[in-house]
């Protein structure tokens, strides 16, 4: 057998929330001191009753302890304010510190980042996940990264491993963002398609259990389907990725897609249908509750 030696570091984690939580969690059992930083005190708190790591009050006192810094947040605006505030990671971050975005943004804003983080000496990779709750807290997450070149991008892949079980260099900064898109773009029409499947067959009186049983090991099978068939027919909508969360991240798609001239009809659809369920309430529940607007 192998053994893979990874070097024990001092690394920042800002945003313990539904997918940083167990991440940060797994970089403690990795062996690595964690440092962790999140805007509302109390899940970091929180965090700390189940794992062996300090709190630091801002991204810039934990960077200044840190050799890597981590970050998974919101949204575009959420990652400059932890970098570019008084009191964020630049304030306090030392040269040759790696600095890894896991939030899903646009590819510009990863961009924006690099230039920061560089100019200050570091070193900056954006790293979207893939693989929702379930595979954050098992360890097992998809990693597309961005990265200047191999070098920088080995150094992360070294800790990636904690809790990752793929993790893909995608090219130059903003690549790892743009694979995301690629994704969500993907999942989104592959949803729909399962919802509207498995109303057909309630529709049709068909033991949809028993349909997706059959199909799902056929042409027709999906991560999706083997995941979230059973639970849509259910009625069950609590599994981590938020209708609210896919719409931003949908948004991030279709503005890529205009700049790049590419078309993405299915894609906008689907959107104005996650955005439907938002006007009714449903911003917390998971992105299969797409199945609800075809309910009898």
Not at 234 to 258: L, P, S
Request: aromatic share 6%; net charge negative; charged share 20%.
């Amino acid at each position: 057998m192998v053994v893979v030696v990874v070097d024990m570091l001092k690394i920042g984690f800002c945003g313990v929330g539904v997918m940083g939580s167990p991440m940060a969690g797994h970089l403690v059992d990795a062996g690595h001191s964690v440092f962790i930083y999140n805007r509302t005190k109390k899940r970091a708190v929180a965090w700390l009753r189940n794992h062996a790591g300090a709190i630091c009050d801002t991204p810039a006192e934990l960077a200044s302890q840190c050799d890597v810094v981590m970050m998974c947040v919101g949204n575009d605006d959420d990652v400059r304010q932890v970098v570019t505030a008084p009191s964020g990671v630049l304030a306090g971050m030392k040269p040759g510190t790696l600095v890894v975005d896991h939030t899903t943004t646009s590819a510009e804003l990863a961009r924006e980042m690099a230039q920061c983080i560089e100019s200050a000496g570091g070193v900056f990779i954006d790293a979207p996940v893939s693989g929702g709750q379930a595979g954050a807290v098992k360890g097992v997450l998809t990693v597309m990264c961005g990265a200047r070149n191999d070098e920088d991008f080995a150094r992360f892949n070294d800790i990636a491993g904690a809790y990752s079980s793929r993790c893909m260099r995608m090219g130059d900064i903003g690549t790892g963002q743009l694979t995301k898109m690629v994704n969500q773009i993907c999942i989104a029409g592959l949803v729909q398609a399962l919802a509207e499947g498995v109303s057909f067959a309630q529709k049709a009186g068909l033991d949809a259990h028993q349909v997706i049983d059959v199909i799902s090991k056929g042409a027709a099978g999906s991560w999706q389907m083997e995941n979230r068939g059973h639970t849509m027919i259910d009625q069950k909508f609590d599994f981590g990725f938020a209708v609210e969360w896919m719409v931003k991240d949908v948004n991030y798609c279709i503005a890529e897609a205009a700049r790049i001239a590419a078309d993405i009809p299915v894609t906008q659809l689907v959107q104005t249908y996650f955005e439907d369920l938002m006007s009714r309430g449903d911003t917390r529940l998971d992105t299969s509750s797409l199945v609800k607007r075809l309910a009898p």
